[in-house]
């Protein structure tokens, strides 16, 4: 199984709602990351966790939460988001074994519109 | 990681082969480089990598330069599901563990 699977698909959300992100993936990867993705640009890095542990935050406005409960789960709570914030969120995972070689499995993405 | 330059966007005809080229003139000795895709709302695949040798799978090959300054994925006959965007990467060895991604190819390939 090289799934990585994002819950849900669409959301719609204005902006005193609190929502969350799910990510999940049983490939065994230590490593899990979420990214941002504005339309028509590259992905952006927002978080890593390692060994269900926060190692990089880049810069994260804190009305994004991340939370890594356990090491096949990986989740992203979302409250007071401006429509700025209105893009595509991506979770990828990386096994560790392997290095600069290793890959990263990204999941769908989930679509976010903040109105 | 390192900075990578792709041209905005190429055409393709189906069942030709692509050359997507990437110039990465500042690599360091021990960066990878990395290609993924990102079909159509879909999120990015990995496609392939390589260090200093030439390398094939059985999506595409990847041909390295030999001074490592540029590299080329070759589609060998696109299909109408190779249209995406495909990112040439570095991965460097200071440890950071993720990928950051340039803007890009985008490839259209008509039928």
């Known amino acids: 199984d090289t799934e990585v699977t994002q819950t849900p698909k669409h959301l719609v959300m204005g902006m005193t709602n609190k929502k969350s992100l799910k990510c999940e993936q049983h490939?065994?990867?230590?490593?899990m990351y979420w990214y941002k993705q504005k339309a028509k640009k590259p992905p952006e890095l927002m978080f890593v966790?390692?060994?269900?542990?926060?190692?990089i935050n880049e810069s994260v406005p804190s009305r994004f939460s991340p939370e890594c409960p356990n090491s096949s789960l990986l989740n992203l709570h979302l409250h007071a988001l401006q429509p700025e914030d209105s893009a595509l969120y991506l979770c990828?995972?990386?096994?560790?074994?392997?290095?600069?070689?290793?890959?990263?499995?990204f999941g769908p993405g989930t679509r976010l519109l903040v109105l | 990681d390192a900075k990578t330059t792709q041209p905005n966007s190429m055409e393709s005809n189906e069942e030709e082969p692509v050359h997507l080229p990437c110039n990465h003139s500042?690599?360091?000795?021990?960066?990878?480089i990395h290609w993924y895709r990102q079909l159509p709302s879909q999120g990015p695949e990995y496609v392939i990598h390589?260090?200093?040798s030439n390398v094939n799978n059985r999506m595409a090959s990847l041909a390295i330069a030999e001074d490592r300054k540029s590299s080329t994925l070759i589609l060998h006959r696109a299909t109408l599901r190779d249209a995406a965007v495909y990112y040439c990467?570095?991965?460097?060895?200071?440890?950071?563990?993720?990928?950051?991604f340039g803007s890009g190819t985008r490839l259209q390939v008509q039928p």
């Open positions: 990828a995972s990386r096994n560790f074994i392997g290095g600069l070689r290793e890959t990263q499995y």
């Open positions: 490939m065994g990867h230590r490593a």
């Open positions: 966790y390692s060994y269900e542990k926060l190692s």
């Open positions: 500042t690599i360091s000795g021990t960066d990878y």
């Open positions: 390589g260090l200093t």
């Open positions: 990467i570095l991965r460097d060895s200071t440890g950071r563990r993720a990928l950051t």
